[in-house]
């Protein structure tokens, strides 16, 4: 199994108990850079692996597919971690590994554990508070949406649709005991509650 730790904005007391735990109790621990190793360092012995910042895709996919190679082998005899800057989600190198995880490996089972991201401590950091609807970018095409407090997740698909997004994930009370995740469109219910989510990709 290959886990994505998200170890927060680089503060050690923000990496929380779940990625505490798992880097303890992993098999073995990578990470893509020094600042992510120093984070692990009081909980595990973490190796490096080399995710250079350039953008000749051909020499990042050769990079990608190597270091996949190199943690498929353990990953499928025990665990490990893959701790990262962050979310393993949002804009990581992290969902870079796992593309090409599910390509040539796809009998690793996959999971991430969420950190706090760039976002939210952006805002804790210098005391802004979103409360209405906001936009991320790095420049590129927007092709993602997420609508919180999804209490008509039918009308939000419809919605969707007609601005051009094709694949919808329906969630409810995320890592609670009562989490709902659907992921079929035709499944999704007229009605959510104020916990609900409705993700949707071009």
Do not use: C
């Not at 393993?88 to 089972?109: C, G, I, Q």
């Not at 979103?130 to 420049?139: H, L, M, Q, R, Y």
């Not at 919808?168 to 104020?194: C, H, M, Q, T, V």
């Amino acid at each position: 199994m290959l886990i994505g730790v998200g170890l927060g904005p680089g503060d050690p007391e923000l990496l929380t108990l779940k990625a505490v735990e798992v880097l303890k109790n992993s098999d073995k621990v990578y990470v893509p850079g020094r600042m992510a190793k120093d984070l692990v360092a009081p909980y595990a012995d973490a190796e490096i692996l080399e995710f250079p910042m350039i953008r000749d895709i051909e020499v990042l996919n050769a990079l990608w597919k190597e270091n996949a190679d190199k943690v498929a082998k353990e990953a499928r005899e025990g665990t490990v971690a893959f701790g990262l800057i962050g979310d393993p989600n949002f804009f990581s190198t992290f969902s870079h590994l796992k593309k090409v995880m599910r390509k040539y490996y796809p009998d690793v089972e996959l999971a991430t554990v969420p950190g706090i991201s760039s976002i939210t401590s952006f805002a804790a950091r210098t005391d802004v508070a979103i409360e209405n609807s906001f936009e991320v970018s790095d420049g590129s095409e927007v092709r993602y949406k997420i609508h919180l407090k999804a209490t008509q997740p039918k009308a939000i698909v419809k919605q969707l649709e007609a601005e051009g997004y094709t694949e919808f994930i329906f969630a409810e009370r995320l890592f609670s005991d009562n989490e709902l995740i659907i992921r079929k469109k035709e499944e999704i219910p007229e009605e959510g509650d104020y916990f609900s989510i409705i993700y949707g990709k071009k």
